[in-house]
Antibody, heavy 120, light 108 residues
Framework: QVQLVQSGAEVKKPGASVKVSCKTS????????IHWVRQAPGQRLEWMGW????????KHSHTFQGRITITRDTFASTASLELSSLRSEDTAVYYC?????????????WGQGTLVAVSS | DIQMTQSPSSLSASVGDRVTITCRAS??????LNWYQQKPGKAPKLLIY???SLQSGVPSRFSGSGSGTDFTLTISSLQAEDFATYYC??????????FGQGTKVELK
């Protein structure tokens, strides 16, 4: 079955960077895009960015301009999110999610979430 | 960016009640509207895609309707396991997706 397993919780200081990984299994990795979504405490889900796992093309929300890098390793069937210049407002649970690959583009499988806490 | 607004933000209901949640888009999104359920400490789970298509494995008491700017998620007979927060999401302006603010369904 389709599985997305994320790396563990992180505690970072303001100004630092964090990298969260998302290891997939149960399907052909290059056939589905991977999205990153975060959720600050008590807040709504916030779409961050997306990578086409086949060709590596990415796009991200302008909210994270200059701070976000999304990559993939096709041999390891893994996608990764790196966020730099962290501030306290970046404290959130970060999720990866698989794109359905259909024209309606919904997120049909999700990772378990990774808590990133930013604190001095 | 397309803005998504849900109503109500929260509601109280009893087991067996019919529950309706609405989602409005700031511009027409055709039927590019998805619904997710999230329980505390868990990842979201897809319920409905393309406004009205039920995801495999999701109970038939969940249904979705609407097109253009106005959409509805209905739970025909609320069960104990349905107490959760529900989010709508537009996938019209791919890949710049946006979610609604969520509707928390609580026990009355």
């Amino acid at each position: 079955q389709v599985q997305l397993v994320q790396s563990g919780a992180e505690v970072k200081k303001p100004g630092a960077s964090v990298k969260v990984s998302c290891k997939t299994s149960g399907y052909t990795f290059t056939s589905h895009a991977i999205h990153w979504v975060r959720q600050a405490p008590g807040q709504r889900l916030e779409w961050m960015g997306w990578i086409n796992a086949g060709n590596g093309h990415t796009k991200h929300s302008h909210t994270f301009q200059g701070r976000i890098t999304i990559t993939r390793d096709t041999f390891a069937s893994t996608a990764s999110l790196e966020l730099s210049s962290l501030r306290s407002e970046d404290t959130a649970v970060y999720y990866c999610a698989r794109d359905s690959g259909t024209s309606y583009a919904y997120f049909d499988s999700w990772g378990q979430g990774t808590l990133v806490a930013v604190s001095s | 960016d397309i803005q998504m607004t849900q109503s109500p933000s929260s509601l109280s209901a009893s087991v067996g009640d019919r529950v309706t949640i609405t989602c409005r888009a700031s511009q027409s999104i055709s039927r590019y509207l998805n619904w997710y359920q999230q329980k505390p400490g868990k990842a979201p789970k897809l319920l409905i895609y393309a406004a009205s298509s039920l995801q495999s494995g999701v109970p038939s008491r969940f249904s979705g309707s609407g097109s253009g700017t106005d959409f509805t998620l209905t739970i025909s007979s609320l069960q104990a396991e349905d107490f959760a927060t529900y989010y709508c999401q537009q996938s019209y302006s791919t890949p710049l997706y946006t979610f609604g603010q969520g509707t928390k369904v609580e026990l009355k």
